[in-house]
């Protein structure tokens, strides 16, 4: 299989590098991750990625905390998991550089635009954390404002789910999967695709999202060689 895309901004929960633990970082998962990200390298593509932090910490269910000091802990959280993607993707021999867009030095680069799209175009893998740096934004839309950023040709959006339904298919047994869909549907019909601010962020950009499950980490490389898997969403034409 040949890649379909040459630029690619692959977005990770945090959960999916749980694996059956459910909670923290299970590193025999990561490397399975991993792997079929090193093979897109391998294959030439450009790859960067934007992690969540929903297996350490979800600051929307932080309670009675306050909102800002809670989504900077999700931040933190997020820089943990972009340090542990980092060590699996080294340990298979790719070149990587964490890029956090809150200022931590002694651990890894602030984010600079250039400097990503440098490294891009050498041939590393560039792993965002930290989100946008703002509270009150998801990773969603840091994968959004990134993928705008460095030029991305999509958004891989790997998930729990293998799609976009028209309603939850864990509650509804006949939701019904979309192969592709367009943003106006996202936003009109408030389907769990990304945040709504996310969504618009890739509408006015024209970047298409694959949304697609992580079960099968191969499905990565699928995506990239487009493959017919999960749901595209994409403008209207």
């Not at 040949?2 to 990770?12: A, E, S, W």
Request: proline fraction near 3%; include cysteine; aromatic fraction near 6%.
């Amino acid at each position: 299989m040949n890649p379909k895309y040459k630029r690619v901004l692959l977005k990770l929960s945090g959960e999916s590098l749980a694996g059956t633990m459910k909670h923290g970082i299970d590193f025999d998962t990561v490397l399975k991750i991993c792997k079929p990200i090193k093979k897109c390298t391998d294959a030439g593509v450009a790859v960067g990625i934007v992690v969540g932090g929903g297996n350490f910490w979800r600051g929307r269910s932080s309670g009675e905390m306050d909102r800002t000091r809670a989504d900077h802990m999700g931040m933190l959280a997020t820089a943990i998991n972009a340090l542990g993607v980092c060590d699996a993707l080294e340990q298979l021999g790719v070149e990587v550089r964490v890029q956090t867009a809150i200022s931590m030095n002694q651990i890894a680069e602030s984010y600079i635009r250039n400097k990503a799209m440098a490294h891009l175009a050498a041939g590393k893998v560039v792993i965002f954390g930290c989100g946008t740096g703002n509270p009150f934004f998801s990773t969603d839309t840091a994968a959004a404002l990134r993928a705008a950023e460095i030029e991305a040709d999509i958004i891989l959006k790997a998930t729990m789910v293998d799609g976009v339904y028209d309603s939850d298919p864990k509650i509804n047994p006949n939701a019904v999967k979309y192969d592709e869909i367009s943003f106006h549907e996202v936003l009109n019909k408030d389907l769990a695709v990304m945040d709504s601010t996310a969504a618009s962020l890739c509408k006015d950009n024209n970047i298409p999202i694959l949304v697609f499950s992580i079960e099968d980490p191969e499905n990565i490389y699928k995506a990239v060689c487009g493959e017919n898997i999960g749901t595209i969403v994409k403008s209207d034409d």
